[in-house]
């Protein structure tokens, strides 16, 4: 047998480490390369989650690729998250209830609290109008989206008798054309949310007649596709993990928020300092309590017959991803 005197011992021993360490760092590049060729598709609302991770800079160092995609209402962000086309984005408690109800495959991941005490939903009537009192919506044509969180508060004033009979009639359209039928008289009301309300009130072209305060749960959530869930499950939970960080960050920073939210959406800045004062929460995992709270709008959508789907409804939820 060929002996290794001790010189060669010497060298052969840190070969072996050498080699080890090339493996690890080989790993290593490996394993960064498979982060950075994967790409999770993020849906946003007027660019609201984009800028608050942009000012908080939690989106430096992504191990993969974040590809955002706007869109105006959360009706159409869900059908997107329905269809696969984005792996998650945030929408209302009601809009996600209704998209689930009608049978997408999506489910709540991460729950963002209200903090602005509801009025981030809001019945908006043009300045000028005689509409002050939510008493005054009876029999009024009002604007709200489909399923949105709108339509959700103006069902909810129903059922509690705010608004009297004769019922309003409600005039489905997205936040565009809403806008354009309440600034022509097409409509006499509409009812929207942030950054819709605050553009009305802030630029003085209206008036709140009515918000959601203490009328239904006005949480918001963090929604996947089951898809996304089963395959992106690593990427959904750094991803949440760092809006809970990046909303952390904003609530210390409210000013700064705002002012790349203006620069990023066009909206004014006093608007946006409006925006952020309304949207800026704590997030959180989603809990058994949370379903709890969410049952009162699944309730009302059962009851106006909007919601038939016949599953357990804690399968909407996702209550096992990681805490950050």
Do not use: C
């Not at 052969?12 to 598709?41: C, K, N, P, Q, Y």
């Not at 942009?54 to 706007?70: F, L």
């Not at 989603?286 to 399968?315: H, K, L, N, P």
Request: proline share 6%; no cysteine; net charge neutral.
């Amino acid at each position: 047998m060929k002996q290794i005197v001790p010189g060669r011992r010497f060298k052969a021993f840190h070969l072996r480490i050498l080699t080890g360490m090339l493996t690890l760092a080989l790993g290593a590049v490996l394993v960064t390369s498979a982060w950075a060729e994967d790409e999770l598709v993020i849906a946003d609302q007027k660019g609201q989650q984009k800028a608050l991770m942009q000012a908080s800079g939690v989106d430096k160092d992504v191990p993969y690729h974040i590809r955002w995609v706007e869109f105006e209402a959360a009706a159409p962000l869900l059908q997107a998250l329905g269809a696969g086309a984005v792996d998650t984005g945030i929408a209302g408690d009601g809009p996600f209830i209704f998209a689930w109800g009608a049978g997408l495959p999506i489910r709540a991941t991460w729950l963002i609290p209200p903090r602005g005490g509801g009025k981030a939903t809001a019945v908006v009537a043009p300045e000028g109008s005689s509409i002050t009192s939510v008493t005054q919506l009876s029999g009024k044509r009002i604007a709200t989206g489909r399923g949105s969180i709108g339509h959700l508060l103006l069902l909810r004033l129903l059922a509690t008798g705010a608004i009297p009979a004769p019922a309003p009639k409600i005039v489905f359209l997205l936040p565009a054309q809403a806008k354009a039928a309440l600034d022509t008289g097409r409509v006499d009301a509409w009812s929207t949310w942030e950054p819709y309300v605050s553009l009305a009130v802030v630029s003085g072209h209206g008036h709140v007649v009515a918000d959601a305060a203490d009328l239904m749960p006005n949480n918001s959530f963090f929604v996947a596709s089951t898809d996304a869930l089963a395959n992106k499950r690593a990427h959904l939970t750094d991803f949440y993990r760092r809006m809970t960080a990046a909303y952390g960050w904003g609530a210390r920073h409210q000013a700064e928020y705002a002012h790349i939210l203006a620069r990023q959406t066009g909206i004014p800045d006093d608007v946006a300092v409006s925006v952020a004062e309304k949207l800026i929460a704590t997030p959180a995992p989603v809990t058994s309590d949370t379903i709890r709270s969410e049952a009162s709008v699944v309730a009302t959508y059962r009851s106006a017959g909007f919601v038939t789907r016949s599953d357990a409804f804690d399968e909407a939820f996702e209550q096992n991803l990681t805490s950050p």
